[in-house]
C-alpha cells in the first residue's frame, strides 16, 4: 500500500523541483526525503526521479503518480478538516502565509486575540508576496494567506480557493520635504504621475500595478529604484532620491526629511485573507480568519 507521507514527498518534489527544495518546504533533511524517496520507488518499482543539473526531473512515472497525489492530499485535507469540525476545538497546527504590510499591521493583534482564545493552536508564519503565497496555497505548503490586491488590478484565485474580505488600504504620496509638492495637503493623480519613483520589486504586483497606473492615464513611468522594504524607501526619499506610493497599513514610523501627501482619487489596495475550500470546515481556520477580521475593525477605528 503507497504511504500518504512518501506521496507527500513527491508532491513536494514536483512543486519545488528538487529535494532539498522539497526538505526545505516539508521542515525535513535532505536525507530524510531521500530516504523516503527510495522507499516509494521501491513499492512502485520504478524510478520516480532523474538527475537535471541542479534539480531533478520527474519520470513518466512519477508524473503519473502525481495527478493520482494531488486527488489524494485533497481528499485527506478534506477529512482532516471533517474531522475538526466534528470535535470543534480550535486546536493543532496552521501555516499561514503573508504580505509584509499586511502582517506589520494585522497579525500582531490577531495573534495576542488567538493566543488568548485558542491556547492549543499553534500559528507558524511565513512572509511572503503574493505571487509566491497563490502557489504556497494551492501546493498546501500554506493553509491560508492574507495578500493584498490594487482596486482595478485583481488579483485571480484559483476556483479552488475561498476569500474573506479584510479591508481597504490607501496609499499616499511619499515625498522629499524639499519637493515643490510636498508643501500640499493633497494631490491630483495627474500632478504625480512624472515623479521620479521608487517603486517596489521587479516582477512584484505592486510595481506592476505603479506601471499600469501611470500608463493608463497617457504618462510613462519613469522608475529610478526598486525597492521592496519601506524603510529603505523612506530613507532614499528622504535623501532627495525619488517620490513613492506609501500605503498606510504598516508603514510605520516616518522619518526627517520625507512629507506624506494624500492623492485623490484614491490609490486603493484590498486586503484580504484566502484558503483552498475544502479545508473550510476546520475550526481553526474559521477562528484566524475571525481574529483578523476583528484586527482589521480595530485598525481602521
Same mark, same amino acid.
Given at each position: 500500500?503507497?504511504?500518504?507521507?512518501?506521496?507527500?514527498?513527491?508532491?513536494?518534489?514536483?512543486?519545488?523541483?528538487?529535494?532539498?527544495?522539497?526538505?526545505?518546504? +516539508?521542515?525535513?533533511?535532505?536525507?530524510?526525503?531521500?530516504?523516503?524517496?527510495?522507499?516509494?520507488?521501491?513499492? !512502485?518499482a520504478q524510478p520516480l526521479v532523474e538527475r537535471n543539473g541542479r534539480g531533478v526531473r520527474l519520470t513518466d512515472a512519477a508524473e503519473l503518480l502525481? =495527478?493520482?497525489?494531488?486527488?489524494?492530499?485533497?481528499?485527506?485535507?478534506?477529512?482532516?478538516?471533517?474531522?475538526?469540525?466534528?470535535?470543534?476545538?480550535?486546536? #493543532?497546527?496552521?501555516?499561514?502565509?503573508?504580505?509584509?504590510?499586511? %502582517?506589520? #499591521?494585522?497579525?500582531?493583534?490577531?495573534?495576542?486575540? +488567538?493566543?488568548?482564545?485558542? *491556547? #492549543?493552536?499553534r500559528l507558524e508564519l511565513n512572509e511572503e508576496e503574493p505571487h509566491e503565497s497563490v502557489p504556497a496555497v494551492v501546493r498546501g505548503d500554506a493553509d491560508l494567506a492574507m495578500i493584498i490586491d490594487w482596486v482595478g488590478a485583481p488579483l485571480e484565485l484559483p476556483a479552488s480557493m475561498?476569500?474573506?474580505?479584510?479591508?481597504?488600504?490607501?496609499?499616499?504620496?511619499?515625498?522629499?520635504?524639499?519637493?515643490?509638492?510636498?508643501?500640499?495637503?493633497?494631490?491630483? %493623480?495627474?500632478?504625480?504621475?512624472?515623479?521620479?519613483?521608487?517603486?517596489?520589486?521587479?516582477?512584484?504586483?505592486?510595481?506592476?500595478?505603479?506601471?499600469?497606473?501611470?500608463?493608463?492615464?497617457?504618462?510613462? *513611468? %519613469?522608475?529610478?529604484?526598486? %525597492? =521592496? =522594504?519601506?524603510?529603505?524607501?523612506?530613507?532614499?526619499?528622504?535623501? #532627495?532620491?525619488?517620490?513613492?506610493?506609501?500605503?498606510?497599513?504598516?508603514?510605520?514610523?516616518?522619518?526627517?526629511?520625507?512629507?506624506?501627501?494624500?492623492?485623490?482619487?484614491?490609490?486603493?489596495?484590498?486586503?484580504?485573507?484566502?484558503?483552498?475550500?475544502?479545508?473550510?470546515?476546520?475550526?481553526?481556520?474559521?477562528?484566524? !480568519?475571525?481574529?483578523?477580521?476583528?484586527?482589521?475593525?480595530?485598525?481602521?477605528?
Amino acid at each position: 500500500m503507497l504511504s500518504v507521507d512518501r506521496l507527500r514527498v513527491l508532491h513536494a518534489i514536483a512543486a519545488h523541483g528538487s529535494l532539498s527544495a522539497a526538505a526545505q518546504a +516539508l521542515h525535513v533533511t535532505n536525507s530524510a526525503v531521500s530516504q523516503q524517496l527510495t522507499k516509494l520507488e521501491r513499492e !512502485v518499482a520504478q524510478p520516480l526521479v532523474e538527475r537535471n543539473g541542479r534539480g531533478v526531473r520527474l519520470t513518466d512515472a512519477a508524473e503519473l503518480l502525481v =495527478e493520482h497525489t494531488s486527488r489524494i492530499l485533497s481528499m485527506v485535507q478534506r477529512a482532516e478538516a471533517d474531522l475538526e469540525a466534528h470535535r470543534d476545538d480550535v486546536i #493543532g497546527h496552521l501555516r499561514m502565509s503573508g504580505t509584509p504590510t499586511a %502582517v506589520r #499591521g494585522l497579525l500582531p493583534h490577531a495573534l495576542n486575540s +488567538l493566543r488568548e482564545a485558542h *491556547p #492549543g493552536l499553534r500559528l507558524e508564519l511565513n512572509e511572503e508576496e503574493p505571487h509566491e503565497s497563490v502557489p504556497a496555497v494551492v501546493r498546501g505548503d500554506a493553509d491560508l494567506a492574507m495578500i493584498i490586491d490594487w482596486v482595478g488590478a485583481p488579483l485571480e484565485l484559483p476556483a479552488s480557493m475561498s476569500r474573506a474580505p479584510l479591508m481597504d488600504d490607501i496609499g499616499d504620496i511619499a515625498l522629499p520635504a524639499d519637493h515643490p509638492l510636498a508643501h500640499r495637503e493633497l494631490l491630483e %493623480v495627474d500632478e504625480i504621475l512624472s515623479l521620479p519613483w521608487i517603486s517596489w520589486s521587479r516582477g512584484s504586483i505592486c510595481n506592476d500595478w505603479l506601471h499600469d497606473m501611470i500608463r493608463s492615464r497617457g504618462a510613462e *513611468p %519613469v522608475i529610478v529604484h526598486n %525597492v =521592496e =522594504e519601506h524603510q529603505t524607501k523612506l530613507a532614499l526619499i528622504a535623501a #532627495g532620491i525619488g517620490a513613492a506610493v506609501m500605503p498606510r497599513l504598516g508603514r510605520g514610523p516616518v522619518p526627517e526629511g520625507v512629507r506624506i501627501v494624500p492623492v485623490q482619487p484614491a490609490l486603493v489596495r484590498q486586503v484580504y485573507v484566502f484558503w483552498r475550500t475544502d479545508a473550510s470546515r476546520r475550526p481553526a481556520i474559521r477562528a484566524t !480568519v475571525r481574529a483578523l477580521r476583528e484586527a482589521a475593525a480595530a485598525y481602521a477605528e
